[in-house]
């Protein structure tokens, strides 16, 4: 036995948190395609906006890159607008692109991601 001490190893992501994720997708995919054909193709275009977002927010650099790829963010969002007596069906339909990204992201890279901090 050595004197280093070493970080605990994570197991890696089951099968669950992959058809989690997967079903999350699939779901929040499904409204936001409802919504945008319910409300016209600009809140179409923005949630299309949004699910590519995370992926583009990576070049901003590594702490923007994990903010972006959160899912506590769109739900706050999704919360407020629900709350809120706002009639811009936009916003919650990039919201829901934005969870639809996160999902998409987190269930293609479960079984590789780790979800510890790192710096930088």
Same mark, same amino acid.
Request: charged letters at 10%; aromatic letters at 10%; proline letters at 8%.
């Given at each position: 036995?050595? /004197?280093?001490? %070493?970080?605990? *190893? ?11 994720? #997967?079903? $999350?997708?699939?779901? @929040?995919? =499904?409204? #936001? @395609?409802?919504? !945008?054909?319910? +409300?016209?193709?600009? %809140? ?8 590519? !977002?995370?992926? $583009?927010?990576?070049?901003? /650099?590594? *702490?923007?890159? *994990?903010?972006? +790829?959160?899912? &506590?963010?769109?739900?706050?969002? &999704? %919360? =407020? ?12 339909? =990039? !919201?829901?692109?934005?969870? %639809? /990204? ?5 269930? #293609?890279?479960? /079984?590789?991601? *780790?979800?510890?901090?790192? @710096?930088?």
């Amino acid at each position: 036995m050595t /004197g280093e001490l %070493t970080p605990p *190893r994570r197991p890696a992501a089951g099968l669950g948190a992959v058809l989690g994720w #997967a079903a $999350l997708a699939l779901f @929040t995919a =499904a409204f #936001a @395609t409802f919504e !945008a054909v319910a +409300h016209g193709w600009w %809140t179409g275009l923005a949630g299309a906006a949004l699910l590519v !977002a995370p992926g $583009l927010v990576g070049r901003i /650099g590594p *702490r923007a890159d *994990r903010a972006a +790829h959160r899912a &506590l963010p769109p739900v706050v969002v &999704l %919360t =407020a607008y629900s709350l809120s007596p706002l009639e811009q069906p936009w916003i919650f339909t =990039a !919201a829901l692109g934005w969870l %639809t /990204g996160v999902a998409i992201s987190w269930c #293609a890279s479960a /079984g590789r991601r *780790r979800r510890c901090s790192t @710096t930088g």
